[in-house]
């Protein structure tokens, strides 16, 4: 089965930098698209970046300039590099194993068990 694991949150001032990672295994990883969520407590969880299996990446605009989304199919591993944090970056951040329709990237329903970001003011 799908089994996504993550890792690097914590907790850090606002401008600094975090990076999460995620090892994925059970997949076909070269051929998946993978994702990156976050989630507040009492709100939906939002796709924050997203990558293909060739590379094409998808970000949300308020993301957009301070977060890359990378990959290395040699290792089964997804990253989010996240700079210029802000206080409003403070979330769980969750792994997804999903595809691209188009231009958008579609989550499904296989998750890792999340990393907490704090971003303090």
């Known amino acids: 089965q799908v089994q996504l694991v993550e890792s690097g949150g914590g907790l850090v001032q606002a401008g600094g930098s975090l990076t999460l990672s995620c090892a994925a295994s059970?997949?076909?990883?070269?051929?998946?698209?993978m994702g990156w969520y976050r989630q507040v407590p009492g709100k939906q969880r939002d796709l924050v970046a997203g990558i293909s299996s060739s590379g094409k990446t998808t970000y949300l605009d308020s993301v957009k300039g301070r977060f890359t989304i990378s990959r290395d199919n040699a290792k089964n591993m997804v990253y989010l590099q996240m700079n210029s944090l802000k206080p409003e970056d403070t979330a769980v951040y969750y792994c997804?194993?999903?595809?691209?329709?188009?231009?958008?990237?579609?989550?499904?329903?296989?998750w890792g068990q999340g990393t907490q970001v704090t971003v303090s003011s």
């Open positions: 997804n194993a999903g595809d691209y329709s188009g231009p958008y990237y579609v989550g499904y329903d296989d």
């Open positions: 059970g997949i076909i990883f070269s051929r998946r698209a």
